[in-house]
């Protein structure tokens, strides 16, 4: 059990825009940067959003996060097929004095 | 172009110590502002931060495999390695190294560069 909620699955049509949450807690998103990966079975998690809402280069726009108060959400717009993935939120607890993630959620494109 | 290796034991008995090592290329472990955690991910599981190491020789565990766990760096050779002990079943999964240029405690987790995975299976 995570201390970073998300949805354990979300899915939407090619085009479409998705949203993913990741709730967490004062004591984790409400005071640090989340982070979001994106993951596909056999290969290395990318890091997608970094700072709450910043993008690394490479990334397409598409890709966006945000954050407000203790949770946080990656919005995907113009679903394509090669969206399907599991993202994962990542934040440190600073009570916890160790990074977290979350349970993931694993991306349907229909 | 920065790289990161993982390897290790394919396989461990249970009580075993695993030991799995990281090996950076493209960017040197001595300089200032890097560090490299290790994660890993149970199959069907989530990802799970297991430690992490950062220029400065600070370390950070999880809090629940401390006693356990044990990371350490060699920048000679450019390497992290991940010292387990006392290895269950339920530590089986694929095992992850990631690099990060900042300090996880205060930046959070932030990798910019993760090794492929190596998949540790723990049976007798």
């Known amino acids: 059990q995570s201390v970073l909620t998300q949805p354990p699955s979300a899915s939407g049509t090619p085009g479409q825009s998705v949203t993913i949450s990741c709730s967490g807690s004062?004591?984790?998103?409400?005071?640090?940067?989340v982070y979001w990966y994106q993951h596909l079975p056999g290969t290395a998690p990318k890091l997608l959003i970094y700072r709450n809402n910043q993008r690394p280069s490479g990334v397409p726009d598409r890709f966006s996060g945000s954050k407000s108060g203790t949770s946080a959400s990656l919005t995907i717009s113009g679903l394509r097929s090669e969206d399907e993935a599991d993202y994962y939120c990542a934040t440190w607890d600073d009570s916890m004095s160790a990074a977290v993630f979350g349970g993931g959620t694993k991306l349907t494109v229909l | 172009q920065v790289t990161l290796k993982e390897s290790g034991p394919v396989l461990v008995k249970p009580t075993e110590t695993l030991t799995l090592t990281c090996t950076v290329s493209?960017?040197?472990?001595?300089?200032?502002?890097?560090?490299v955690s290790w994660i890993r991910q149970p199959p069907g599981k989530a990802l799970e931060w297991l430690a992490h190491i950062f220029s400065t020789d600070e370390k950070s565990y999880i809090t629940s495999l401390k006693t356990r766990l044990t990371i350490s760096k060699d920048t000679s050779k450019s390497q992290v390695v991940l010292t387990m002990t006392n290895m269950d079943p339920v530590d089986t999964g694929t095992y992850y190294c990631?690099?990060?240029?900042?300090?996880?405690?205060?930046?959070?987790?932030?990798?910019?560069?993760w090794g492929q995975g190596t998949l540790v299976a723990v049976s007798s």
């Open positions: 493209g960017f040197s472990l001595s300089n200032a502002r890097v560090g």
């Open positions: 004062s004591s984790n998103i409400g005071t640090n940067y």
């Open positions: 990631a690099l990060s240029h900042s300090n996880i405690a205060v930046a959070g987790p932030h990798f910019d560069y």
